[in-house]
Antibody
């Protein structure tokens, strides 16, 4: 059974870079068959797609594109999110997830989410 | 970019009620739409993919329909465990986009 687990600092100072990692178990990031991505949810608000990684290519939300990098480390079977120059508006629960071709490219697997607060 | 508009933003219903949530895409997305359920403090879970395909393990009281720009999620007989927030998402093209959510409350 595929499992995803986010990790990283729960508190980041304004103007700094938010860095999160998603550890994958029960599946391999080396496969180019799946999309791996990040989604966030500010407290009390809706879901926002951040970006996806697929077969070595990255796709980002235009509203975040200048600040976001998603990368993969196949040796550790994990992928990462970096968001630079954060502000309070970046405070959110951050989820990593996998899109499945077998399920219409929906996000069929999600991590539990990790809350990141931007504050000095 | 494709925008997704859900309605209503919230609905009050009772156990046994039929509930319908709509989602409209700003341009055609074929059947490339997913519906998710999210309960407080939990990650979303996919209910419906490809507009009308029921995810394994999801009760048959949930159904999805539509194609092109207009989509519907229907709960035929609301159960206590169905009180949650529901989101649609277009998976047709990047950037992917979610609807703003519909909270189903008692």
């Amino acid at each position: 059974q595929l499992q995803l687990q986010e990790s990283g600092p729960g508190l980041v100072k304004p103007s700094e870079t938010l860095s999160l990692t998603c550890a994958v178990s029960g599946g391999s990031l080396s496969s180019s068959y799946y999309y791996w991505g990040w989604i966030r949810q500010p407290p009390g608000k809706g879901l926002e797609w951040i970006g996806s990684l697929y077969s070595g290519n990255s796709y980002y939300n235009p509203s975040l594109k200048s600040r976001v990098t998603i990368s993969v480390d196949t040796s550790k079977n994990q992928f990462s999110l970096k968001l630079s120059s954060v502000t309070a508006a970046d405070t959110a629960v951050y989820y990593c997830a996998r899109r499945d071709p077998e399920r219409g490219y929906s996000y069929a697997y999600w991590g539990q989410g990790t809350l990141v607060t931007v504050s000095s | 970019d494709i925008q997704m508009t859900q309605s209503p933003s919230s609905v009050s219903a009772s156990v046994g009620d039929r509930v319908t949530i709509t989602c409209r895409a700003s341009q055609g997305i074929s059947s490339s739409l997913a519906w998710y359920q999210q309960k407080p403090g939990k990650a979303p879970e996919v209910l419906i993919y490809a507009a009308s395909s029921l995810q394994s393990g999801v009760p048959s009281r949930f159904s999805g329909s539509g194609s092109g720009t207009d989509f519907t999620l229907t709960i035929s007989s609301l159960q206590p465990e169905d009180f949650a927030t529901y989101y649609c998402q277009q998976v047709y093209s990047f950037p992917l986009a979610f609807g703003q959510g519909t909270k189903v409350a008692i």
